[in-house]
């Protein structure tokens, strides 16, 4: 960060350590400096600071060495990140505070060392007015502290996932949501108090780690819980959650050689699969929501689900395989997921399945994701880094589509709805969406695009006709050709073509001008053809060059 583009502040007055664990102290800013909305970036390294009023900063908080800053007033907007570390502290305090994302996970929050986030009685919005939930991801490390109280928080448009690593801290006390999703690794600690409170905790099972679940107590009373280090048939786990009179949901990680039994559980739970450098293909068959009895052995695991109860949903599938050269891919067949998530190298295959309301993406460096003949409900459709998203012959529902870096999404005889209630939404539409599938759209939105850095979407469709084509007619194909890009779009036009078996091809368009949407494609005179089946192709050229094509089959009967 240069000097030009931030405000680098190195005062040197005295900070007050953390107060009793009943209330977790905010710094003394009695004899703070008031700080002007500086705008772009905050640098500090030391002193104590206050922003007293309304304010948008353009660039990250970068709080070191024993730099406190608290942040009151009507709101205060960050488009950017949040970086604490060594002894640093932000207080945020009876405000709106909004984090600006365009993007899934553009910003996160990064808190290290001793370092501390403390926010309470306040607002926090990770969406500037996107109709799509758009969320942050929290950090802890080391021995850092994140401290919510009374925050409101709207899962609908909003998102927090949190990581705490080392032996960090979560404290969130009457704040629902809030993190959304809570990850705990190594030995941190998890608190969650208070009858108001409402989060997400998901339980990671590493390689040789151990547990059986059961009975564990349902919303929407407040209950008393310990789960982890210490905890009856519990091994290998350090990590421990704290329950205090407040309330909680649960997910499973199930990983590689890990051995974990879900039995009559009481409160449903999620279940999150991984898959870690697959060197050989992985079949997952007939997975979804609901009651549930099986036996998972993937890649040396055990989960056992024993009358086990899960949420609609469910299954959150996620694969990488960094360290190999020749990946494999994790094929899922006949199932409703939840989540898919392809990391570094990732590949996933996913037929005749349904997809819906997390995200479905390729994330990581090399990842891909080829989904045929399926329907998807997601709230979001993402290719980033150089991941590349194919979609072919399927459905989507009111999704937001969204490819940056050097990312590729390619819809291949898919056709775009709004987000309505229909019966692939399984095992029923949320009765909180308002007459959607997906409850993170708007009811009746239409599938949007989003693009960034050098990424591309391009959407190629032909409607399947609606029956034979008596010879004599003029069979007018419909649907799909076009391109988004974040810059100015790369020249494109459209060939459509037709072709009977044993027969040379026949022109109906060359050099077609794009976009269409639902709209006439060519129409083609069949007077002369021969009675008997075709395959229409559209062709979508790129550069000069055909880049990606799709069929459709047709027939011709006589009069």
């Known amino acids: 960060m240069t000097k030009r583009s931030s405000v680098l502040i190195a005062a040197a007055l005295g900070i007050l350590a953390w107060a009793s664990p009943a209330r977790a102290a905010s710094r003394d800013h009695a004899a703070s400096v008031r700080l002007s909305c500086p705008e772009s970036p905050i640098e500090l390294r030391s002193g104590s600071y206050v922003i007293g009023d309304s304010c948008t900063v353009n660039g990250n908080i970068t709080l070191s060495g024993d730099a406190a800053l608290l942040v009151q007033g009507p709101g205060f907007s960050l488009n950017g990140s949040i970086y604490l570390k060594e002894n640093a502290a932000l207080d945020i305090e009876n405000t709106v505070f909004l984090i600006v994302n365009h993007f899934v996970f553009e910003h996160r929050i990064e808190v290290r060392d001793d370092a501390r986030l403390d926010i309470r009685d306040s607002t926090v919005i990770t969406n500037p007015g996107y109709d799509a939930s758009l969320p942050v991801q929290y950090f802890g490390y ?22 705490f690593f080392g032996s960090s801290e979560l404290r969130t006390i009457n704040s629902p949501y809030i993190p959304t999703e809570t990850y705990p690794h190594d030995s941190s600690t998890i608190w969650i108090e208070g009858a108001r409170s409402d989060n997400g905790v998901w339980l990671e099972f590493r390689p040789l780690s151990k547990a059986i679940l ?150 990581g460096e090399g990842s891909t994701v080829l989904v045929k003949d399926s329907t998807i409900n997601s709230q979001t459709i993402l290719a980033e880094k150089n991941g590349i998203v194919r979609v072919e012959s399927s459905d989507i529902f009111g999704s937001l589509v969204q490819a940056r870096d050097s990312g590729r999404i390619l819809l291949m005889n898919t056709a775009l709805h709004g987000n309505v209630c229909h019966p692939r939404c399984l095992p029923v539409c949320p009765p909180h969406a308002d007459g959607g599938c997906n409850p993170f759209s708007k009811p009746g939105q239409a599938v949007r695009f989003l693009v960034g850095g050098s990424a591309l979407i391009l959407a190629l469709r032909i409607e399947p006709a609606a ?9 007018e194909l419909r649907g799909d050709l076009f391109l988004e890009s974040a810059a100015d779009a790369p020249e494109y036009s459209y060939n459509l073509l037709y072709r009977r078996k044993g027969s040379g091809v026949g022109w109906i368009v060359r050099g077609g001008v794009g976009p269409k949407r639902d709209a006439p494609l060519g129409s083609l005179d069949t007077t002369t053809l021969p009675s008997g089946d075709y395959i229409a192709t559209l062709e979508l050229v790129l550069d000069g060059t055909v880049a990606v094509s799709v069929e459709r089959p047709f027939s011709v009967v006589d009069p």
Do not use: C
Request: a negative charge; aromatic letters at 8%; glycine letters at 10%.
């Open 214 to 363: 059961e009975r564990i107590p349902q919303k929407p009373n407040p209950f008393n819980l310990t789960l982890g280090r210490g905890s009856a048939e519990w091994e290998n786990v350090d990590y421990q959650v704290n329950v205090v009179g407040g309330i909680a949901t649960f997910g499973v990680i199930s990983s590689p050689r890990s051995d974990v039994t879900v039995r009559s559980n009481g409160s449903r739970l999620v279940v999150g699969y991984t898959f870690i450098d697959v060197d050989e293909p992985q079949l997952l068959s007939g997975v979804g929501p609901g009651p549930q009895n099986g036996l998972y052995t993937h890649q040396g695991r055990t989960l056992r689900l024993v009358d086990a109860a899960l949420e609609g949903f469910a299954w959150q599938i996620y694969a990488s395989s960094r360290d190999l050269a020749a990946p494999q891919p994790v094929r899922i067949v006949d199932s409703t997921i939840n989540e898919i998530g392809a990391m570094a190298n990732g590949r996933f295959e996913i037929e005749n399945s349904v997809l819906q309301w997390a995200l479905l993406g390729a994330l």
């Open 467 to 475: 029956g034979s084509i008596t010879r004599g007619e003029v069979y």
């Open 142 to 163: 080391d021995r850092s502290k994140l401290r919510l109280e009374n925050v409101e928080f709207s899962a609908k448009r909003s998102w927090v996932l949190a990581d």
